[in-house]
């Protein structure tokens, strides 16, 4: 038996899973037919269901044992016999939605406590305003006037300030932390995340630097997803603000008075300054760095480990310490080669 830490799904059928997908079933295999599971292709058994979605793997489907795989119509040739063949355009996208319809307790953290309801050892104070349907994990704290909206898991020792509004069917993790700060609903915070603490803001003076007040808030928009161990300062005089759907990977860091844009991409190891602007839909690809101030257009890509020192236009892709233009950045290596 495989160890799993989720819930053993009840299973699916094929043609449940070509009625999701779109896939058109190869040959006469029973629509009745029970998957378990879902597997990669050398790891399925007779009774999973994997995909192949690259040329790169068709070694591994020749030696897979899965019940059934999603491909697309130009390897299906290659399948084993008894395999059961479903023909679709997007294998991944397929695959994803049979994932997450088997498995939808792996979609946002549960409570570690298994319980539902608010846990004896938790502190909630009697100002907090908690709906219905709320799980507070053993060790929380939720503090005065705080609102918690119905569906919500609040992990064990997270802490919860004055005041701080979190919507309904979120999720935060253990440990987390969350002051000044409106959640909207459907936000997942995980593990650790800090959010809404003092931006990073001194005067210089001869007599050393002198802390300057941080008054504003962090806005965290619906269906946003917040990785372990990531900050978000909130604003000096304005607001953080983080766009709806927008997803946020571990160890990023956001400064004071930053807007993120709608369904932005932000992936480990970034660290972007106070003041900065993403438009939608823009991605920062691991460990870019951006300098205050800076506005990165809608739809704009950044590469990893880049350094982003001036404003990148919407729609254009930008790399290298400091960023520039794809195109200008690698110029000089297309000269040297034609040089050789």
Known sequence: ???????????????????????????????????????????????????????????ALGKSRAGACLMAETFEARAPAGMIVLRVRDPMRAFIAVARHLHPDS??????????????????????EIEDDVTIDPGAVIGP??????????????????????????????????????IGDGVIIHAGSQIGHDGFRY???PRGHTKVPQLGRVIVQDNVEIGVNTTIDRGGSGDTVVGEGTKIDNLVQIGHNCTIGRHC????????????????????????????????????????????ISDVPAGEKWLGYPAMRGREYLRPFAASRKRK
């Not at 378990?36 to 994997?50: E, K, Q, V």
């Not at 549960?110 to 004896?120: E, K, M, N, R, T």
């Open 145 to 182: 006037r705080a609102g918690i909206g119905a569906g919500s898991v609040i992990g064990a020792n997270a802490v919860i300030g004055p005041d701080v509004k979190i919507g309904r069917n979120c999720t935060i993790g253990p440990t987390a932390s969350i002051v000044h700060s409106l």
């Open 107 to 128: 979609l946002r953290p549960s409570s570690l406590f298994d319980i539902a309801g608010v846990a004896d050892a938790a502190s909630v104070h009697p100002s907090a």
């Open 203 to 205: 005067q210089p003076g």
């Open 265 to 308: 991409i932000i992936v480990s190891q970034c660290g972007i300054s106070g003041s900065v602007t993403l438009g939608d839909y823009a991605v920062l690809g691991g460990q870019v760095g951006v300098a205050d101030h800076v506005t990165i257009g809608e739809g704009a890509m950044v590469a990893a480990k880049s350094g982003v």
């Open 1 to 59: 038996m495989r160890l799993s830490f989720f819930k053993q799904p009840a299973g699916i059928t094929i043609g449940e899973i070509v009625a999701m997908t779109g896939a058109e079933l190869k040959g006469g295999a029973p629509l009745d037919r029970l998957i378990a599971d879902i597997a990669s292709l050398d790891r399925a058994r007779p009774s999973d269901l994997t995909f192949l979605d690259s040329s790169i793997l068709l070694d």
